[in-house]
Each structure stands twice: as structure tokens, then as C-alpha cells.
């Protein structure tokens, strides 16, 4: 049977202080409603994602699915009514869910289908170690549901209940949306509640199941402690998929990774890194301590770090080192290449086998424009060198120190682009020191004042 997704999502998330929308904040580098999404597009034939007025930016993180707009907030059931002008035709099963719940895995939401096909409706519960707020699942004496009562206005019995609404629910959707209409607000808060469908199920005679979950897969977020608190079990979860995978977390603890992040066999990882979205580090290369990489690939052996940055559009050649304080911002670095001190490289390609010495800095940006400097194989920049691009290095050039290079170098040809040295005799810091002692004007063109304290 076919069925579809309901994601509330419309929620301001006022406990959190934030312009963001609540469903845009981030988990693992991605948006709690990116990571329901992804569950649930391996579920669902259709999914629809209820947003609030004025919210563009979510909008675009639920494409390509459909949302529509929830112009009041009137609660949870008026939310998912919502949805009837682009479900109202649909003949399956529909499941409403919640973009602050981000976590539920496909599993999960598989057995709730199973469920609903054994009754009139079905619902997600869990037992939590601190039920808290949560509205309480009353069951009547066969095990099956009677009745789903919100904290606010439950009794101090019913509060006592150990098994806890998710909030998830699946019915076949003409039945969701006929209880849906007939919501009313008799509560505390006089909103139109989604739980109250499941009085009106059971009032024609529905049967009404639920279907128990861990916990940590029906965990919400609703401030920012709760945000860190989820946050920290998906990094465990991500670091132990990590270690199993075959690499090396030097001290897991401290490693931070993405939600994509893909890390070979044999990779090693030091202390302190952060791993952005889209990263991947191949087979048996190493990052070093307090290095921060994304959108990036690292190819198999290279070697990053110590503190290093790995920005966006860069890839690391096989066996090539990027060393401490080297940045690389979309650049290729080729097999065996080597940048391995205080260098900033970026919108360039360095060929196989180059050197690029400290103090390096590809000049890319005009105020205007990006531009991109290329440097072929086996090439030597040396110390403290800036390109200015556009500009091309040939094969097996060199490059000296201290050069500023503005036009292209041919291969195998030596670019020496600096003011000429020029050497005063006696001149130095301790004749002047003599000439002052005896009274002596500086020599012209001598060197000027020394500022400080002598030694």
C-alpha cells in the first residue's frame, strides 16, 4: 500500500531564541529536517512538509517535496490539516511526523506501517528514562490504546504513567484528515491537539495500537541544551561507526564528525579535528591534531596537519602532505606534493611531485574576481613566495625565495622576481652604535632609528 510523510515543521522555536526556524538547526552539519527527510524518503512514496508563513530558507531545505503553508499556529492537529490540500485524493496510509524529532531511523518508521495495518490507527510510544512533559499513553485493559492526555492536562495519576506519546501517529489518510476536522480546543492551551484523533478513532470504534521505540531514536529537540544533548549522542554514534569501519580515533572524544563524513580503512585521526559536510579521507592517510576539513577529499596515504584547513573544493593527492598552518581553498594538490609550512593556496592546481615552501600564498582575489594559479609537476616555489593569478608555473620550474611572481614561469626555466641586495660595510647596527657614541652624524642612506631596548 502506498503511503506518505506529514512533517510538521512550521515551528518558530521560541525556547531555542532564535531567527532560524527550528527545523533548520543543525545536527552533524545538517538540518534536523534534512535528517527526517532522509529517513523517511526511503519509506514514503510522498512526503509533504508543513512550514510556517514567511519561511523561505525552510521551504528550500524540503525540496524537491511539496510544503504548504500553515498561516496560524493552532496547534499540532491543525498542522497536519494542513496537508489535505495536496493529500486530500490520496487512497494510503499517511504518517505524521515531526522535523524536531529528527533521529527516527527507517526501521522505526517501517514497523508504525505494520502496525497501522493491524488496526485503525497506530502511534509511536516510548518509555523514557525522565517522562518530564511528555503527554502519557493510557491503555485500556486488552493492551490497546484509550487515550493519549497531554501533560497540561493530565492528573496526577495519569502523569505517573511510564509510557510516553512520540507524537508520531499512521492511519489510512481520508480517516486522518475526517478526525482532523472534527478537532476541537477543549484544553489548557486551546489548540487543536493531534492526539485528540485518537479519542475519535476509538469513539467509532477504530482499534488503536502502539508501537514501542527506543528513546533515542524518538528524542526531541525543543532548546538549545536539548540541541547539544542530541548532538552529543550523534557524534558518539558517528565516532563508533567510524572506529568500526577501521579507522583510528586517537581520542574519540574529541574528534567532531559530519553526518556524511566518510573515513577509510587504516585512516588515522588525531585529537581536536572537525570534520564539515562532505568530506572523505581514503585508506590509510592521516589527519593530524586540531585540523579542520570540509568539502573536501583526501586522497589514499596523504598526510594533514598538524592544524591545518581543508576548505571547500580542495583535493589532497595521493601520498601528498599539507603541513601545520596550511590552508587550501579549492585547490588540487597532486600525488606526492608537498605543502608543508604557514601557506595559503588557493583556487589552484600544484602538479604531482611540487614543493611549496613556507610562506607561500597564491594572491587569487583582485576585490573583484577569483582567479587561479597553476603549477605544473615536480616544480619548486620557494620560501615566501606570492603568485599572483592568474599566472601559470611550468613543469620542474623553480621558483625563488621571496619572489612576487605576476607573469607565467616556462618549464624548467628558474624565476627570480625581488629587489636586489645591496650590502653597506660597516654600516650595520654596531657601527651605528660606534658613530653615535662618538658623536657622529648616521652615515647617508644609513640604516634609520633602532626602536627598544639594547641587548
Known amino acids: 500500500m502506498p503511503a506518505a510523510a506529514i512533517i510538521l515543521a512550521a515551528g518558530l522555536g521560541t525556547r531555542m531564541r532564535s531567527a532560524i526556524p527550528k527545523a533548520l538547526h543543525k545536527l552533524a552539519g545538517r538540518p534536523m529536517l534534512s535528517h527526517l527527510i532522509a529517513s523517511c524518503e526511503e519509506v514514503f512514496d510522498r512526503i509533504v512538509v508543513v512550514v510556517g508563513p514567511g519561511m523561505p530558507a525552510l521551504e528550500k531545505a524540503a525540496r524537491p517535496h511539496a510544503t504548504v503553508v500553515q498561516a496560524e499556529r493552532l496547534g499540532t492537529g491543525h498542522a497536519a490539516l494542513q496537508a489535505e490540500a495536496l493529500l486530500g485524493d490520496f487512497a494510503g496510509d499517511a504518517a505524521v511526523l515531526y522535523a524536531d524529532n529528527p533521529l527516527i531511523p527507517p526501521a522505526t518508521i517501517r514497523r508504525l506501517l505494520d502496525r497501522r495495518a493491524e488496526a485503525g490507527l497506530a502511534l509511536l510510544a516510548m518509555r523514557p528514562a525522565d517522562p518530564g512533559r511528555y503527554g502519557r499513553v493510557v491503555l485500556n485493559a486488552d493492551g490497546d490504546v484509550a487515550r493519549v492526555v497531554e501533560w497540561a492536562d493530565a492528573t496526577e495519576a495519569e502523569r505517573g504513567i511510564a509510557l510516553c506519546n512520540a507524537g508520531v501517529v499512521c492511519a489510512p489518510a481520508p480517516a486522518l484528515f475526517r478526525w482532523l ?119 589514499q596515504g596523504a598526510i594533514i596537519g598538524p592544524f591545518a584547513r581543508l576548505r571547500p573544493g580542495t583535493e589532497v593527492g595521493v601520498a601528498a602532505h599539507v603541513g601545520n598552518f596550511v590552508e587550501l581553498k579549492a585547490a588540487l594538490l597532486g600525488d606526492g606534493a608537498k605543502a608543508n609550512h604557514l601557506s595559503y593556496l588557493g583556487d589552484a592546481t600544484i602538479g604531482p611531485g611540487s614543493n611549496i615552501g613556507a610562506g607561500t600564498i597564491t594572491c587569487n582575489y583582485d576585490g573583484v574576481n577569483k582567479h587561479r594559479t597553476e603549477i605544473g609537476a615536480a616544480a619548486f616555489i620557494g620560501s615566501d613566495t606570492a603568485l599572483v593569478a592568474p599566472v601559470k608555473v611550468g613543469d620542474r620550474a623553480l621558483v625563488a625565495a621571496g619572489s612576487v611572481i605576476t607573469e607565467d614561469v616556462p618549464a624548467d626555466a628558474m624565476a627570480i622576481a625581488r629587489g636586489r641586495q645591496a650590502v653597506k660595510p660597516g654600516r650595520g647596527f654596531r657601527g651605528k652604535q660606534a658613530a653615535e657614541r662618538r658623536g657622529a652624524a648616521p652615515a647617508p642612506n644609513g640604516p634609520g632609528p633602532v626602536h627598544g631596548k639594547e641587548s
Open 181 to 299: 476536522r472534527h478537532v476541537r480546543p477543549h484544553n489548557a492551551k486551546e489548540e487543536y491537539y493531534l492526539t485528540d484523533i485518537i479519542g475519535l478513532a476509538v469513539a467509532e470504534g477504530q482499534r488503536v495500537v502502539a508501537e514501542e521505540a527506543a528513546e533515542a531514536d524518538l528524542a526531541g529537540v525543543n532548546s538549545r541544551a536539548e540541541l547539544a544533548a542530541l548532538e552529543a549522542k550523534v557524534q558518539q554514534r558517528l565516532r563508533e561507526q567510524a572506529m568500526a569501519g577501521g579507522a583510528t580515533l586517537v581520542a574519540p572524544e574529541t574528534v567532531f564528525l559530519a553526518w556524511d563524513t566518510r573515513l577509510g580503512q587504516d585512516v588515522t585521526v588525531g585529537p581536536n579535528v572537525v570534520f564539515g559536510p562532505g568530506v572523505t579521507v581514503e585508506d590509510g592517510a592521516e589527519i593530524r591534531a586540531f585540523s579542520h576539513l570540509e568539502g573536501c577529499v583526501v586522497r
